[in-house]
């Protein structure tokens, strides 16, 4: 704890330094807060670089700036490889999460899914990773799969085996549940599933901030995250397919730079995941989610897990001690990370996160685009608490003194 409190001071994040010392800031499971130093690499790149990227090498004139962004795009594919431990050209730039989901969705799903086949996923997916699964289901002639955690919020082994079938053809499921916050046994499920000839999909939109996302010790054939859960900007993504899969797959969107050549008759595609990348490139947020990567890097993995899960462990033992308050998914910090969702009992969440928040105390409240969990919990919404490197133990503290007044608020 105290090794990574040396380095990560709310002066790094000009945002932090802007609250109230009063304010606690436990919501950061939506969107991490911004290095205040990529604000400087983003506003570099669109101040002094705002050309279009010219990707390609022939048939058009190359600008010295453009080449510059080129390079700049080129570099940042290049850390964000580095970072799943993939090769430059398995690493395709999307907006999101959400797009690089869909992406795979419509390139592969809608083109080598058919009828009969099944997709597996969690009913604890966020939305992103279910609904376009359910229109490739609804387009194929495919069938949804849905597994169920056991109660202790964790996919079990005997789960596994009754869904993941010889008819399996995708799994997609998320690394670590954005509402449970617990991780998925992923090597279990690749092992089935590739033995069955299934890819998996692995959204690791809560992941990557929290835990290293190696693709290849993993053995996964997709994988999604987001640059704004990374402490970068908003608006950039980015999806990790397997060379052979990206090969095979047609584009997703069309138009220029994702093209080799268009003639009247037709047009051909940019190699690799060129042909994903669409327009002109968010070069900024790119040169952003490399720069953030970059300063998680020089923190080191192991401080800032050890970090979290003294947070995580923290707040839980708090919340075990409160018999009024329930806690979704096993409530121990090994596993578990970046978010504890709970419910104050006989208080509807949006009411706790109004009280929490006039005590200074922010979280979030809803049904946080999984709705399906919810209701196979048995609940409307519930709030969560989420944690990051630039969280403090006063933080956490906090949010608990803060619970014990929602009661006492709402006269119980």
Known sequence: MKCIQKLILRQ???????LDQKTFTLASGNTDICFSCLSRSVDNTSHHGNLNIQIHVTHHILYLSGQSDTDAHEGARHTVAQFFNAEDDEIVFTQNTTESLNLIAYSYGMNFLHEGDEIVVSVAEHHSNMVPWQRVAKATGAKLVYMYPGENGRLTTEELDRKITPKTKVVAVAMVSNVLGLRAPVEEIVKRAHAVGAVVVLDCAQSAPHTPVDVKKLDVDFAACSAHKLYAPMGVGALYARAELLEKMPPFLSGGDMIAAVHESGATWADGPRKFEAGTRN???????????????????????????????????????????????????DGRYGVVSFNVNEVHPHDVA????????????????AQPLMEFLGIGSCCRASVAIYNTAEDVDALLENLENV??????
């Open 12 to 18: 790094f994040f000009d945002y932090l330094t802007l």
């Open 283 to 333: 070069v900024g947020g790119e040169v952003g989610f490399a720069a953030a990567i970059d300063y998680m890097n020089g923190i080191g993995w192991q401080a800032m897990e050890a970090h979290e899960h003294a947070l995580l462990d923290r707040m839980l033992a708090g919340m075990r001690a409160m018999p009024w308050l329930t806690v979704y998914g096993e409530p121990v910090a």
């Open 354 to 369: 109004t009280i929490l928040d006039a005590g200074g105390v922010a979280v979030r409240a809803g049904h946080h685009c």
């Open 407 to 412: 009661r006492k608020v709402m006269g119980l």
